[in-house]
């Protein structure tokens, strides 16, 4: 059997949900089950940044493109920009960055990845005018071929995309309108048969079908996408007999809104057709009562959570000590955006510390909100004591995490926070927000956090007043010797358990029975 776990891309800042999918990942690969990590939505980069992120498992990533330009496995060579590459195409790199200039005033300018090696190569006449670009594979070789015109505005628009495989053979290619709309996509398989395409969606189900037609195996399919046409269309994935396919529901709500809008249904298309997948996986308890009690069906959904505490996690814990922590850093690790209502949080920590000197706050992340909170920063007066300090990787930004006496997290909603796990680790108590979904699977109020009425930024700053003004910080003190129960309840023995059920239950005798009479 293969675990497929379908994931959007990889970028240089690392989602939450990405970071989880990793975590389900590296489990599945512990307890030897073959997985791969598949990305949907095609980026050059994505290869690099998955690999930069998670290096141990860089053998199991795949990209969909992969699958149909037949380039899953291929061996590995740093690929860079020197004279010997670049003679080669006979250019000669000259002393002005980044270009190589041909005998008839032709050049090329390239990008490299940022381990410096060639990401892409775009190729201009003596007009300057761009002719095409090549983009090469982190492996190596060339796998991309772009095509540009001009359209009615002036404006150098890409309209043709050609994927190659390793001999430089176009196996795919994107057609795209000059306003830029994908017009059509070719595939051609490896017996020249072209196939044609009018969506990225319906190119998305091929490769998968390609990539699972091997009757003799099993797959186990997690999707961890959230447009609703995709999962739509890869529900036709699951009438395969060898294919179980799940739709992992990261953050999904069904409480009304503040503002008296109609009930929000995130994720509807999966929960309103359960039945056209194998099952659905929330991230809590919580989470699957609410679905349950709006569907009235709990037949095949399941309430697993992504995270676990590895052995050597649990002995890093026990390295941490409380009296090495630094003295009233209050810290938030979160994406800027509007939903984390990070500003909240300041107003709170600027009215603690009025009372409090000592509490000051830090806030890692980036984000389209960075300039708002700035600015709120800037009207408190606190510059001094709130400070926006910008991304860490993860291990840096767990070793942070664990030097601060408390955590806060003021979302709006969410999935099932990976930021708590990380908090509970480093021995790091939180004040959350009781919102859906996730502060109430880890946090045990009043035993290792505080769960606090949402938007209630009164209490807030009152309770971090109180908790920082008790010069011993007993209380504080508590909470952290207290989080080891996270770790017991998120063990890893814990979560494989039910992964485990869940993998044998999708393929016994019903199971199967079942899609064969659909």
């Known amino acids: 059997m293969q675990a497929i776990f379908l994931n959007t891309f990889y970028a240089e800042n690392l989602s939450g949900a990405s970071y989880a999918v990793n975590k389900r990942l590296e489990l599945f690969l512990r307890h030897q089950i073959d997985a791969k990590i598949m990305t949907t939505t095609f980026y050059l980069t994505n290869r690099y940044y998955f690999e930069n992120h998670f290096p141990k498992q860089k053998d199991a990533f795949v990209d969909f493109t992969n699958v149909l330009t037949d380039t899953i496995s291929v061996d590995e060579e740093s690929l860079r920009p020197n004279e010997d590459f670049f003679n080669g195409l006979g250019l000669q790199i000259?002393?002005?960055?980044?270009?190589?200039?041909?005998?008839?005033?032709?050049?090329?300018?390239w990008t490299?990845?940022?381990?410096?090696?060639?990401?892409?190569?775009?190729?201009?006449n003596q007009n300057n005018n761009i002719l095409r670009t090549d983009g090469y594979d982190h492996r190596g070789f060339l796998c991309l071929k772009s095509y540009y015109e001009i359209n009615d505005k002036n404006q150098i628009c890409l309209t043709r995309r050609e994927h190659l495989d390793l001999n430089g053979h176009v196996r795919l290619i994107y057609y795209f309108t000059l306003d830029r709309d994908i017009r059509k996509i070719v595939w051609t398989d490896l017996n020249g048969v072209a196939y044609l395409f009018n969506n990225e969606n319906d190119l998305l189900l091929c490769a998968l079908k390609q990539y699972t037609n091997n009757n003799l195996e099993n797959f186990f399919v997690i999707a961890?996408?959230?447009?609703?046409?995709?999962?739509?269309?890869?529900?036709?994935?699951?009438?395969?007999n060898n294919v179980a396919l799940f739709i992992q529901?990261?953050?999904?709500?069904?409480?009304?809104?503040?503002?008296g809008q109609p009930l929000r249904i995130g994720y509807s298309y999966p929960v309103l057709n359960q039945d056209l997948y194998t099952g659905l996986i929330t991230l809590t308890d919580r989470q699957k009562q609410d679905i349950n009690h709006t569907i009235h069906c709990d037949n095949n959904i399941?309430?697993?959570a992504e995270n676990w505490f590895s052995e050597k996690d649990i002995n890093d814990y026990y390295s941490i000590n409380w009296d090495d922590k630094e003295d009233g850093l209050v810290i938030i690790s979160a994406r800027l955006d509007k939903v984390k209502q990070i500003d909240q949080a300041i107003k709170a920590v600027t009215f603690a510390h009025k009372r409090v000197s000592k509490i000051h706050l830090e806030i890692w992340g980036s984000g389209p909100e960075k300039h708002v909170l700035e600015q709120l920063i800037k009207q408190q007066n606190a510059e001094d004591y709130i400070f926006i300090k910008g991304?860490?990787?993860?291990?840096?930004?767990?070793?942070r995490m664990a030097q601060a006496q408390l955590h806060l997290l003021t979302s709006r909603n969410e999935g099932l926070p990976m930021v708590l796990f990380e908090a509970q680790l480093g021995q790091t108590p939180s004040i959350c927000y009781d919102i859906d979904y996730g502060p109430d699977a880890i946090i045990n109020n009043r035993i290792n956090g505080d769960l606090i009425a949402p938007n209630d930024t009164k209490y807030l700053a009152m309770r971090l007043e109180e908790l920082f003004k008790d010069p011993i910080q007993g209380t504080l003190r508590q909470y952290a010797f207290n989080t080891r129960q996270t770790l017991d309840k998120y063990s890893e023995s814990?979560?494989?358990s039910l992964w485990k059920n869940l993998v044998e239950q999708a393929f016994n005798?019903?199971?199967s029975n079942h899609r064969e009479s659909e």
């Open 94 to 109: 000259k002393d002005t960055e980044n270009k190589a200039v041909g005998k008839q005033s032709e050049y090329a300018q």
């Open 112 to 124: 490299t990845y940022p381990d410096g090696r060639i990401l892409d190569i775009s190729y201009y």
């Open 224 to 240: 961890d996408l959230f447009v609703t046409d995709t999962l739509a269309k890869l529900s036709q994935l699951g009438v395969q």
């Open 249 to 259: 529901l990261h953050n999904i709500q069904y409480k009304n809104t503040s503002d």
């Open 302 to 304: 399941y309430a697993i």
């Open 391 to 399: 991304t860490l990787d993860n291990a840096s930004m767990k070793k």
């Open 494 to 496: 814990s979560i494989w």
């Open 509 to 511: 005798n019903e199971n």
